[in-house]
Structures are given as structure tokens and as C-alpha cells.
């Protein structure tokens, strides 16, 4: 009896000195595996990751002060946006994430942090489309490229992202006006993803589309897509003159973190150079810490000058981005 209740004891105290850190992804387990099992080995710390498809925001706040996740793991600022926003992160502060992380990729009051970046870029046939002829994202709504344009729909956050963009540097008419433009050059209704639209100008549907770096590597890894792939240029347009529209892959600390100090150690270990060439490498992204480079793939598409504006701020436009787009009726 005596030793029953000792045993039960003992399981019920261990939740409380476990060594452990518990994320809620947006990202696929194999893509986030090699950084977990790294910051394991290195601390002795358990990672515990449930993949999410969707539905993060109102899981975390049906489960409140209750909920388990330490961290949230995602794609896109307006998602981690959408966690901030929802009162359901905390702010961190770290010398370690301030030193690691540039300021635009990361939330002015310490909610969220920047791990790697993606430029959203032009895919452009290297048969129909010559070198320069696109500079700018402007030029996409340029009447030459009627009904040569391929893109997924308008609402989907990374264009969303990218019209947020465009809002910050031109405002309202001028946003108006290009969103019109992109439109009336598109080649066919906004449908598939950023993949479908290179299949697309690979089978001549069109000439240029709009997509993610990082869709580039993972078509040359697939033998039944790397034709598409070899199809297309990648072209890294300018946005108000500034650099290519980039946004980020993030973590940020939930508000109830059972295991807060396990959870900031992750954070810090993420933004390691260490860890960021791991994720870099595992998801043909851009690395973010000082001196840290691309892999020899990702370097191989080019150079570019990211747009400086601190993503946070393009967040707070995502509203006024989605309202255009549904106004001119991009989808339509």
C-alpha cells in the first residue's frame, strides 16, 4: 500500500520537474524533426509537437490557462499576427533573440520572433518571358502581360501579405489601381497552389505567376515536378522601390507556457546559427542570423535586397489588404 501511494506520488509530481517544451505547428512534423531532435541532444530537454492543419487560434482559446503548448510554431505574420492579436502569446525578452533576430523580422514588443525568411517572387518562363522584363511588382499590372499571369487566389495569406505590401508603400489608389491591373492580365481564374501556377506556365496556360522561394526546391525534389521547375526563372521583383517582399517562418511563446524557461531556451536555440542553417536547409528558406548563408541551392536563384519594413506593420494592414481584394473581386 505504502508503495502504491509512493508510486502514485511520483506521477503525479513529475509534470511539474518534467524537462520538456510542447509546440503547436503549423509546420509538418519531417520539416521541424532534425531542429527538435538537435536542441534535444544539446539540452537533454523533451520536444513534444502536435501538427496542426488549421484552427491553432481557437484551440488555444478553448483550452486557455489550461493549454499545454509552450510555443507556437507557424508560417506567414498574419498568422502570427492572428495568435498576438487574440491576446493568446506573451512577450519575451532575450539578448540572445534580440542579437540573433533583425528588427523587422520580429514583433516590436517581443511576441513574436522570425526563424527563417521566403522572398514571394516572379516564376517566369524561360521561353516566352526575356531577362528584365520584370523589375517591379508594379509591373504586373502592366497591360503587356494580358492573360499571362497564373496565381492562387487573392484572399490566401501570402498574397494577402504581398497587397499588404503594396498598401505600406502606395496606399489605398494606387493599391486599388494594380490590383485592377494584376486582374485584368490574369491568364485564368485564381485557383491552385503557388505549385500549380509554375505546372501551369510549364504547360504554356501562362508566362510569369506569383509564388514562394521555397516551392523552387521542393519541385527539383520531386522527380514528377522538376520539369515545371526547370521552366522557370526566378525573378526578384522590388516593391516601392524598397527590395522583394519577404515573410517569415515564427515562433512565438503562448500565454499560458507550462514550461516557460524550457521554452525560452528553444527559442534561443532557433535562432542560433546553428539551428537556422538546420531549418534553412530542411525547408529551402533563408536563414535570418548574422552570418548565417542559404545553402548552395537556395544561393544558386540569386541575390536580392528585402523590403525593410517590419512585418508587424504589414500585419496591421492585412484588414485593409483583404477588403481591396474582395472589392475589385480578384477571385472572380
Known amino acids: 500500500m505504502i508503495a502504491r501511494i509512493a508510486l502514485i506520488a511520483a506521477i503525479t509530481a513529475t509534470p511539474a520537474v518534467a524537462q520538456e517544451v510542447n509546440i503547436y505547428s503549423y509546420?509538418?512534423?519531417?520539416?521541424?524533426?532534425?531542429?527538435?531532435?538537435?536542441?534535444?541532444?544539446?539540452?537533454?530537454?523533451?520536444?513534444?509537437?502536435?501538427?496542426?492543419?488549421?484552427?491553432?487560434?481557437?484551440?488555444?482559446?478553448?483550452?486557455?490557462?489550461?493549454?499545454?503548448?509552450?510555443?507556437?510554431?507557424?508560417?506567414?505574420?498574419?498568422?502570427?499576427?492572428?495568435?498576438?492579436?487574440?491576446?493568446?502569446?506573451?512577450?519575451?525578452?532575450?539578448?540572445?533573440?534580440?542579437a540573433n533576430?533583425?528588427?523587422?523580422?520580429?514583433?516590436?514588443?517581443?511576441?513574436?520572433?522570425?526563424?527563417?525568411?521566403?522572398?514571394?517572387?516572379?516564376?517566369?518562363?524561360?521561353?516566352?518571358?526575356?531577362?528584365?522584363?520584370?523589375?517591379?511588382?508594379?509591373?504586373?499590372?502592366?497591360?503587356?502581360?494580358?492573360?499571362?499571369?497564373?496565381?492562387?487566389?487573392?484572399t490566401h495569406p501570402y498574397n494577402v501579405a504581398l497587397v499588404s505590401a503594396m498598401l505600406h508603400h502606395h496606399g489605398e489608389e494606387k493599391t486599388r489601381e494594380w490590383l485592377e491591373g494584376v486582374k485584368a492580365n490574369l491568364a485564368r481564374k485564381p485557383q491552385g497552389n503557388d505549385r500549380a501556377q509554375v505546372k501551369a506556365i510549364w504547360a504554356g496556360e501562362c508566362d510569369i505567376s506569383l509564388g514562394n522561394t521555397y516551392y523552387m526546391g521542393k519541385m527539383l525534389e520531386n522527380?514528377?515536378?522538376?520539369?515545371?521547375?526547370?521552366?522557370?526563372?526566378?525573378?526578384?521583383?522590388v516593391i516601392g522601390g524598397k527590395g522583394a517582399h519577404v515573410?517569415?517562418?515564427?515562433?512565438?511563446?503562448?500565454?499560458?507556457?507550462?514550461?516557460?524557461?524550457?521554452?525560452?531556451k528553444m527559442m534561443e536555440f532557433l535562432t542560433s546559427p546553428e539551428a537556422q542553417e538546420i531549418y534553412a536547409k530542411a525547408n529551402y528558406e533563408y536563414p535570418i542570423a548574422p552570418g548565417t548563408e542559404p545553402i548552395d541551392l537556395v544561393a544558386s536563384w540569386g541575390s536580392f535586397t528585402p523590403d525593410d519594413v517590419n512585418l508587424m506593420d504589414l500585419a496591421k494592414l492585412r484588414p485593409d489588404a483583404l477588403k481591396l481584394i474582395e472589392q475589385v473581386d480578384f477571385d472572380g
Open 223 to 237: 522527380e514528377d515536378q522538376q520539369a515545371w521547375a526547370e521552366s522557370v526563372n526566378i525573378v526578384f521583383p
Open 247 to 264: 515573410n517569415i517562418s515564427g515562433v512565438a511563446m503562448t500565454k499560458a507556457a507550462p514550461n516557460r524557461d524550457n521554452a525560452l
Open 101 to 154: 533576430v533583425p528588427d523587422q523580422y520580429r514583433d516590436p514588443d517581443g511576441h513574436w520572433w522570425g526563424l527563417t525568411t521566403r522572398a514571394r517572387i516572379v516564376y517566369a518562363s524561360k521561353e516566352r518571358v526575356a531577362e528584365g522584363e520584370i523589375a517591379t511588382y508594379e509591373d504586373l499590372a502592366d497591360p503587356k502581360w494580358e492573360g499571362r499571369i497564373c496565381t492562387r487566389s487573392g
Open 27 to 98: 509546420r509538418q512534423p519531417e520539416l521541424i524533426q532534425p531542429l527538435t531532435d538537435a536542441f534535444t541532444e544539446e539540452t537533454g530537454i523533451k520536444v513534444n509537437v502536435a501538427f496542426l492543419n488549421k484552427g491553432m487560434v481557437e484551440r488555444l482559446q478553448a483550452e486557455g490557462d489550461r493549454s499545454p503548448a509552450d510555443l507556437i510554431f507557424t508560417v506567414d505574420i498574419s498568422r502570427l499576427a492572428a495568435a498576438v492579436n487574440a491576446g493568446l502569446t506573451q512577450p519575451v525578452t532575450s539578448d540572445t533573440l534580440t
